[in-house]
């Protein structure tokens, strides 16, 4: 009797290990699937202090955006943009699902790095304006079962606006290489009269 | 030497056999910045077919014949962005890499103004941010001049240039002293957008008040009460009279109508009546 309890006891032990072991496989996975994330804070040009709560705030949620892109787009899901993305950066998202969904294709976005610069802060907080250079794979999914993958490296600008309960991107665009990413210099008014 | 001799025969006929399968393989040329909205053509090499893949915030597929160049008319490929181009076929994998670029010219402003409402005088009081796209709603990166402009109601105005940086200009700018709708405008090129701005009179600046018997009681009445830059106060605004009387104090709330305060009380010899509403007090008087 008390050898098959001491047998019970070792394999409740060998599964639990294993589960551990699992798990930890598993967390590391996801975690090897988050993005590197770096944020320049120096400068941050605009008439109103960012607060360190907004910062964190405003950077969780264009990082969530980023994830909600690379899903909706990979699975040809437009219901997945409504939580992070509003007007016009929506509604070109929606519109590139949907000619992903007219030629079967799907394409996957899966974020490695972003190189974060809070570039401007609007008076009332209206809005907030970030750069970012963002190391991205994109996954070319075929229906006839053509696979292409490359890894990018492209700058951003993006603009995100408060909702109720988050920031949503309201602008995502590549920046041309032809455009330098220079350090965002402070507007300087080159006419004015009162 | 003869082994020698051979081996360099079968790498120069590995070679020949080789060269034309690799150009065979296919290759592909785009430039590397196109306008959006423009016509551009992708050149590809090789022989055979294969199906391009042109994938960003536009996607499109197009089966190709290798060798040819890939026309893309105005207006097709629209969506500022980064894109890949891949040419996908048997035994071809190539691939590219280009932006598309917003338009030139402004076609639509994104204007955040704020406030709605706002009291006469206010310093930096009104801010306006201005985000400048293009015709396909790109947002146009290249540093532009937007104007802001501010219409009083009695004519005047302030006008202010900025130059947009990453397609975002602001502006911080005073509220006038004359009370009325305000209209705030913003321009780039032929983008322009307007709002409409309350601008409502400011704190009562001063106040006075005069009293005339009526039997046993005095009326009390302010002059037009009015804000630091003379526009009347609104209706509603209240006032305050407070008449002291032997150590006793009675008080009367009145609401504006009409730009003036009216009120009642007991006419006491010796009364000292007083008059306030907000931080502002008015004159004094001592009833005889």
Known sequence: MALRRSKTAASLART????????????????????????????????????????????????????????????????????????????????????????????????????????????????????????????????????VTERLRSRYVALLTPAERRWEVRILQAVPDSLGFAEPAAQQAVKGRQ | MRRALFSVVCLVVLAVVALPSAQDRGSLAVSKSVEAGKPFSISTSGSGKAVLYLVGPQVLRREVELGKTVELSAGEVHRAGHYVAALVGSGVNAKGEFDVTPARQPASLIFL?????????????????????????????????????????????????????????????????????????????????????????????????????MGERIVLQTEPVRDCNGNPVPDGTIVTFTENYGGRMATVDVPLKRGVAQAEMPAYQGAVISAATGVVLGNEIRWH
């Open chain 2, 113 to 213: 103004a704020k406030p709605s409402r706002l009291a006469v005088g206010q310093r930096q009081g009104i801010s306006g941010v201005v985000f400048v796209l293009d015709g396909f709603k790109n947002l146009i990166l290249e540093p532009l001049p937007v104007s802001f402009e501010l219409v009083a109601p009695s004519g005047g105005a302030q006008a202010r240039s900025v130059t947009t940086n990453y397609g975002v200009a602001w502006v911080k700018m005073d509220s006038a002293t004359r009370a009325g709708t305000v209209q705030f405008d913003a321009s780039s090129g032929s983008a322009t957008a307007k709002r409409v701005i309350q601008q409502v009179p400011g704190e009562p600046c001063r106040l006075k008040m005069s009293a005339r018997p």
């Open chain 1, 16 to 147: 639990s290990l294993s589960v551990a072991c699992w798990l930890f496989v598993a967390l590391l996975a996801s975690a090897a699937d988050l993005p590197t994330v770096h944020v320049d804070t120096a400068n941050v040009v605009g008439p109103r202090q960012l607060e360190k709560q907004t910062q964190a705030s405003v950077i969780r949620d264009y990082l969530e955006s980023w994830q909600s892109m690379g899903r909706a787009l990979g699975e040809n899901r437009i219901d997945l943009l409504d939580r992070f993305f509003v007007g016009a950066a929506k509604e070109k998202l929606a519109d590139t699902i949907r000619e992903q969904q007219k030629l079967d294709i799907k394409v996957g976005y899966h974020d490695r790095s972003h190189n974060l610069k809070i570039a401007f802060y609007s008076p009332e907080g209206l809005s907030i304006q970030l750069l970012d250079t963002v190391e991205y794979d994109v996954e070319i999914v075929d229906a006839d079962n053509s696979h």
